[in-house]
Nanobody, 123 residues
Framework: QVQLVESGGGLVQPGDSLRLSCTATGHGFLESYAMGWFRQSPAKARESVAVISWNGISVYRLDSIKGRFTISRDDANNTIYLQMNSLKPEDTAVYYC???????????????WGRGTQVTVSS
């Protein structure tokens, strides 16, 4: 039993920044789990944005966000963050937090998902 709750989404203009947060709770959550951010929009299928391992190794999955987004992890609070800078309209999507075994976040489907937080970038 694991619950993931995201926060921090909103409506911003191009060039603005947002910081998303996701906190995991439940006895089923293991500190060894990798966690990450995915996003989905009507124009594209769900895609992996960034993944961070239990020991803080980060992988950015999209060329379009490299250098603009930063994933981080606070193990003491079972929380991850996604700092998004220089936002573009193409970043508009529902952003989902996910957790599970590391390989599942990279090669398969994560075990646990949050309900998502909407990010809208528009002028």
């Amino acid at each position: 039993q694991v619950q993931l709750v995201e926060s921090g989404g909103g409506l911003v203009q191009p060039g603005d920044s947002l910081r998303l947060s996701c906190t995991a709770t439940g006895h089923g959550f293991l500190e060894s789990y990798a966690m990450g951010w995915f996003r989905q929009s009507p124009a594209k299928a769900r895609e992996s944005v960034a993944v961070i391992s239990w020991n803080g190794i980060s992988v950015y999955r999209l060329d379009s966000i490299k250098g603009r987004f930063t994933i981080s992890r606070d193990d003491a609070n079972n929380t991850i963050y996604l700092q998004m800078n220089s936002l573009k309209p193409e970043d508009t999507a529902v952003y989902y937090c996910a957790a599970g075994h590391g390989p599942d976040l990279v090669y398969g489907s994560p075990q646990y998902w949050g309900r998502g937080t909407q990010v809208t970038v528009s002028s």
